[in-house]
């Protein structure tokens, strides 16, 4: 019944696309299409390819570009199920490399995260991780509770703060970044998300992560989005200590160091929020 549940939430949940709250349906790629063709022609140099059906870190490769919330989320759960030491290319934006051969040969949008792993592509970092934990159930941290009433919570508070907090921090990159908002437009915007935000301060306040006491598919999401707010230095520790502290607690636990952006650690932050 279990895996049942988790095929059905699979196949039936919208996701968002990167950067936007537009819901796409995630599809899959057919072998026979030629985008297979150009990455088979232009990528041999960068996989691994296995002739059994046992896949592992060896058969995986992932063009990811540092600063991307889509991209650091399907890290961290790479490192979680255990795939440390992957097959991966750092893409940098500033240099449109991901617009280049290789990456179009898995990605025809031409957006990171993209990701393969032997002859399966996967793109859009939410299909990416779902396909990690159903596939890879049984290895490393199990992000997804066995127990149905377990599930049903972590599968909730997964789709609550995809749905209200990282697409509320996004709506105000946006607008403060691109669409170049005024202050007082964006000050809704971010009290609307320290509104979402409070929330789940209240669920930590009961527990050690978002869906009780195991490391699950939301507290990937909630440490990604975390991670963008800190980095624009929103004040978050008089007002949310809870949630504060899980953050602190959990930005040191090995996948997210292994994830964390690296420019990030050798540029300033813009501390667009600071004043908020």
Wanted: proline share 5%.
């Amino acid at each position: 019944m279990t895996s049942q549940l988790f095929s059905r939430c699979l196949r039936a949940t919208p996701r968002f696309s990167s950067g936007s709250s537009e819901f796409r349906t995630v599809t899959h790629t057919p072998v026979s299409h030629p985008s297979h063709t150009r990455f088979e022609h232009h990528s041999k140099r960068f996989f691994a390819h296995s002739s059994s059906g046992n896949m592992g870190k060896e058969d995986m490769f992932l063009f990811w570009g540092s600063g991307s919330s889509p991209c650091m989320r399907v890290m961290i759960a790479l490192e979680e199920k255990g795939f440390s030491g992957y097959g991966q290319k750092r893409i940098d934006f500033t240099k449109k490399e991901h617009k280049g051969e290789d990456v179009l040969a898995v990605n025809p949008r031409g957006q990171l995260p993209a990701f393969k792993d032997g002859d399966i592509i996967v793109n859009e970092s939410y299909a990416i991780i779902h396909y990690l934990q159903h596939r890879y159930a049984n290895s490393g941290t199990n992000l997804l509770p066995g127990d149905d009433k377990q599930q049903a919570l972590a599968l909730q508070r997964y789709y609550e703060i995809q749905s209200n907090v990282s697409s509320g921090y996004s709506a105000i990159f946006r607008a403060m970044q691109y669409e170049k908002e005024a202050e007082d437009a964006v000050k809704k915007r971010v009290d609307g998300l320290l509104t979402q935000l409070a929330n789940v301060d209240k669920y930590l306040a009961e527990a050690q992560f978002v869906a009780g006491d195991s490391f699950s598919l939301g507290d990937i999401e909630l440490i990604t989005v975390l991670t963008m707010c800190e980095r624009q230095a929103l004040p978050l520790k008089d007002r949310l200590p809870n949630l504060y502290a899980y953050y602190e607690r959990n930005k040191v636990r090995p996948s997210v160091v292994a994830s964390y952006p690296p420019h990030f650690k050798t540029s300033d932050s813009p501390k667009m929020l600071a004043n908020f």
